[in-house]
């Protein structure tokens, strides 16, 4: 199994790449789509950093750049 925090890079590359694809998408309803799958994917990450520093995988620190991202994208 990848490193958590591998894991958690690859799930917020995917999830640049998919708000990436929301600024361009059409019509507007793709955008919506795109924007959910990338805040998803943030979750994802978030989810497997606070699983692997409950189990002592990796140091405990906050990441609050991904919580900002997070809540930038639910207001878009």
């Known amino acids: 199994m990848r490193h958590p925090l591998d894991r958690a ?6 999830a640049v790449k998919c708000h990436e ?5 059409q019509p507007a309803y793709l955008g919506d789509f795109y924007r959910r799958i ?3 994917y ?3 990450a978030e989810d497997v950093l606070n699983e692997a520093r409950a189990r002592g995988d990796v140091a405990q620190q906050s990441d609050h750049r991904s919580s900002r991202r997070i809540a930038e994208w639910r207001q878009l």
């Open 9 to 14: 890079d690859h799930y917020r590359k995917e």
């Open 38 to 40: 990338a805040v998803r």
């Open 21 to 25: 694809l929301a600024k361009q998408a």
């Open 42 to 44: 943030m979750f994802m």
